[in-house]
């Protein structure tokens, strides 16, 4: 029997909180969602002025982070031509994200959700997420 961790809603709350809190410092509305080690949603915000592909986006970021246990940006630098990771873009049904803006939740070692954040730069979005997980964790 496996015991697995998991975040709660109570803890997608707090990383959403942190995300919207600096997407609201940088002007730049943001759509975040968290979700589960498996990928699954468990919240979701879409504030207000923030764009409509980032709805889906923001969703696939979190899923990326979570089943591969990394940010998605570390797949945008290997994702190249010639690079043997490169068409691991087209699993997951199209959904596995190479772009800037989904972190992985990791406890004691352990992925227990993802953040991912979008409609700003990837930069942008990649700072609400960090944003997030320093609420999170208290830091």
Avoid: W
């Amino acid at each position: 029997m496996l015991t697995i961790q998991r975040l709660s809603l109570a803890d997608a709350v707090k990383l959403i909180e942190g995300a919207s809190e600096h997407a609201t410092k940088i002007d730049v509305p943001m759509c975040i969602s968290v979700c589960d080690e498996s990928g699954n949603l468990i919240a979701f915000e879409r504030m207000d002025g923030a764009k409509v592909l980032s709805v889906s986006l923001s969703a696939d970021k979190a899923f990326t982070s979570a089943i591969s246990r990394r940010p998605t940006h570390d797949y945008n630098e290997l994702c190249v031509p010639g690079n043997l990771v490169f068409g691991i873009q087209t699993s997951s049904g199209g959904r596995f994200s190479t772009v800037g803006g989904g972190f992985p939740v990791i406890i004691e070692g352990n992925t227990v959700g993802a953040i991912g954040c979008s409609s700003g730069t990837a930069e942008q979005d990649m700072a609400c997420c960090e944003a997030g997980l320093s609420r999170f964790f208290g830091t």
